[in-house]
């Protein structure tokens, strides 16, 4: 079982940046997939980011690309979300997930094992 927990979110003005954090239970994190995800009100959750185990490869959506950057601290079971250049339309909460092992469908809500509660990120104009 791994748990869960964002933290990091806010609100911050059009153009200003937000770190999450996401800390994770259990001594296997390593071997975790990593995956952040957004909501906003009244939309279906959607990707974000994701870093695999092992190598640490990324991904990112089209419109997070060149702003948001997924990174993973193993020795602290920590993964977070750098998030700068922040516009509106990134106002929602921020979730993050873990997938054991190796997937090539990074993106997909469904191949995440374990889910945090979210944080809330209110970007304004």
């Known amino acids: 079982q791994v748990q869960l927990v964002e933290s990091g979110g806010g609100l911050v003005q059009a153009g200003g940046s937000l770190r999450l954090s996401c800390a994770a239970s259990?001594?296997?994190?390593?071997?975790?997939?990593m995956g952040w995800f957004r909501q906003a009100p009244g939309k279906e959750r959607e990707f974000v980011a994701a870093?695999?185990?092992?190598?640490?490869?990324?991904y990112y959506a089209d419109y997070v690309k060149g702003r948001f950057t997924i990174s993973r601290d193993n020795a602290k079971n920590t993964v977070y979300l750098q998030m700068n250049s922040l516009k509106p339309e990134d106002t929602g909460v921020y979730y993050c997930?873990?997938?054991?092992?190796?997937?090539?469908?990074?993106?997909?809500?469904?191949?995440?094992?374990?889910w945090g509660q979210g944080t809330q990120v209110t970007v304004s104009s």
């Open positions: 997930a873990a997938k054991r092992g190796f997937s090539g469908y990074y993106s997909q809500e469904v191949i995440y094992d374990y």
């Open positions: 259990g001594r296997t994190f390593s071997s975790y997939a």
């Open positions: 870093i695999t185990w092992g190598d640490s490869y990324t």
